[in-house]
């Protein structure tokens, strides 16, 4: 009696019509590892890779770009050279030697000397830095603002929207160049004044691509969502719309180094801009210009660099637009 309790109690993991105590035993003692083991068969490991932050796609297909990444390299070149060329150089920008008047280069003046007797070199380094100074505060400052009002007109829509547009329309239509030209005319080449002035008709026409493109978003379910739960509109700019144009604002902020020296070059080159004392790519070139006959150097060298900058920033805003944009085949596949 007790042998057949002991066989009706014993554990039923096996239901099948073969089953027995001994084989139901055996298989209710499985233990841990023949577990593991059943669920993960050798050979069906997964062998399946985390998925690529998109930084990383980002920059290699930016770094197969080739003349990109000569750009890139110049580009770096250059501001190593505006950093660290003053601590390499015999002469500071302002220090005349007067025994040297409009000499050629020497291994004493690398790259000649101005009529006034100014080392060349010093004069290039520190004009490519006020040069790079002013484009890269004006391009930040204005994608900034270009970011926040075009996303903002296109979020608010309606007379909003309107006003933000006709605003932007009739700024477009005002020459903004001569503008700038009579405002900064009378500063005595004040560079800070430069800035604000360019900051301040920078942004115009970018708020106008801005807007087109994020026209789009303001219909995207994520912005619906976040109205419907009573998210603020500037959280939402901040949050879900300028985020969401980043690769295009990246392209904008390149090529805005670009707009902001050539128009510091304009500006300085008809001695509106950057003034001597102080120096700029483009006072270098008026002053180098003018002498172009006698001491072509002057002109050459500074006119050289600001070629490097300007064409380096457009390789890399090329790279870019090819590495942010997923239709783009230039880029590769990751």
Not at 217 to 245: C, D, Q, S, W
């Amino acid at each position: 009696m007790g042998e057949e309790f002991q066989q009706h109690t014993s554990p039923t993991a096996d239901m099948t019509v073969q089953s027995n105590p001994t084989n139901q035993n055996q298989s209710a003692s499985a233990t841990k590892h023949q577990v593991i083991d059943d669920q993960h068969p050798q050979g069906d490991e997964p062998t399946g890779k985390a998925p690529m932050k998109k930084f990383t796609l980002y920059t290699r297909r930016f770094f197969r770009n080739k003349m990109a990444v000569f750009g890139l390299i110049i580009f770096l070149g250059l501001v190593l050279v505006a950093v660290f060329g003053k601590y390499v150089s015999q002469w500071s920008f302002d220090d005349p030697d007067f025994l040297a008047l409009s000499e050629p280069p020497s291994a004493e003046h690398w790259f000649g000397t101005s009529s006034s007797g100014n080392d060349l070199f010093a004069m290039v380094v520190h004009g490519l830095g006020r040069s790079l100074m002013i484009a890269v505060l004006v391009s930040l400052a204005t994608t900034f603002i270009a970011a926040f009002v075009g996303t903002a007109a296109a979020l608010l829509g309606g007379r909003p929207e309107s006003i933000i547009l006709g605003i932007i329309h009739f700024l477009l239509v005002i020459p903004s160049f001569l503008i700038i030209a009579l405002m900064v005319s009378g500063s005595g080449g004040d560079w800070k004044l430069l800035i604000v002035v360019l900051i301040a008709f920078g942004w115009i026409y970018q708020s106008r691509v801005i807007w087109s493109m994020s026209i789009s978003l303001r219909e995207r379910e994520f912005v619906r969502a976040a109205r419907y739960m009573g998210v603020g509109n500037t959280k939402i700019l901040i949050r879900h719309m300028i985020p969401n144009i980043g690769s295009l604002l990246v392209i904008n902020l390149t090529l805005g180094v670009v707009s902001a020296v050539m128009s510091e070059t304009g500006l300085s080159f008809l001695g509106l801009g950057v003034k001597i004392p102080d120096v700029s790519l483009g006072t270098l070139l008026s002053t180098g210009a003018a002498a172009l006959e006698s001491s072509p150097w002057e002109f050459y060298f500074p006119a050289a660099f600001l070629t490097m900058l300007t064409v380096s920033m457009a390789f890399i805003a090329d790279g870019l637009r090819d590495a942010l944009d997923p239709n783009s085949a230039a880029g590769g596949k990751a």
